[in-house]
């Protein structure tokens, strides 16, 4: 089993921050990594595949880095819909973060 | 745009079994592999399992071998997840998701997802 270590757990941010989670493979998932955005009630949303590939229609604040067992997800500059959950997501075998919820400060 | 559409919300008593259904629109259904994924209320997502929608093939999380069973209807674009001998502890949002297409299809990040059905177990 491949364990996805997401941190912060929680985060506390105002609007205009720049913002960064990390997350964490137990070990080598190469470049599988995706990254979703779940805001409450509703189903999780693709922002980032293959580590560092922008989904079509994700604003260019979002971004992805890394390769083998680390991993960042950037938000720029934090805007008001960015206030959510993030989870990171290997494809190998399929397993997530526990989340890292970016909250206003 | 494709989508995926989930039955409703269900209330089942412990050791009975549910059955989500997940329709799938805007898309040949028979090219991509379907992922049923569960959230437990303040958790974050557990991956189910896999179905190959042309094929049939299915591929099972460990957890949850012998007591899920994956399907789906190539006619009305449909894929089922039948899970049995529920306890307290299934209580969870249940999603279905498309995945990839092709040889390497199974390894692909899931998009779009459905709407989520609420399974409650209660007595």
């Known amino acids: 089993d491949i364990q996805m270590t997401q941190s912060p757990s929680t985060l506390s941010a105002s609007l205009g921050d720049r913002v960064t989670i990390t997350c964490r493979a137990s070990?080598?998932?190469?470049?599988?990594l995706a990254w979703y955005q779940q805001k409450p009630g509703k189903a999780p949303k693709v922002l980032i595949y293959?580590?560092?590939t922008l989904e079509s229609g994700v604003p260019s604040r979002f971004s992805g880095s890394g390769s083998g067992t680390e991993f960042t997800l950037t938000i720029s500059s934090l805007q008001p819909d960015d206030f959510a959950t993030y989870y990171c997501?290997?494809?190998?075998?399929?397993?997530f973060g526990q989340g890292t919820k970016v909250e206003i400060k | 745009q494709v989508q995926l559409v989930q039955s409703g919300a269900e209330v089942k008593k412990p050791g009975a079994s549910v059955k989500v259904s997940c329709k799938a629109s805007?898309?040949?259904?028979?090219?991509?592999?379907i992922h049923w994924v569960r959230q437990a209320p303040g958790q974050g997502p557990e991956w189910m399992g896999w179905?190959?929608?042309?094929?049939?093939?299915?591929n099972y999380a460990p957890k949850f071998q012998g007591r899920v069973t994956m399907t789906r209807n190539t006619s009305i674009t449909t894929a089922f997840m039948d899970l049995t001998r529920l306890g307290s502890d299934d209580t969870a949002f249940y999603y279905c998701?498309?995945?990839?297409?092709?040889?390497?299809?199974?390894?692909?990040?899931?998009?779009?997802w459905g709407q989520g059905t609420l399974v409650t177990v209660s007595s």
């Open positions: 998701a498309r995945g990839g297409t092709g040889l390497w299809g199974w390894a692909n990040w899931f998009d779009p």
């Open positions: 805007q898309y040949t259904f028979t090219d991509y592999y």
């Open positions: 179905i190959n929608a042309n094929s049939g093939t299915t």
């Open positions: 070990q080598t998932v190469g470049n599988w």
């Open positions: 293959e580590a560092s």
């Open positions: 997501q290997q494809y190998k075998s399929y397993s």
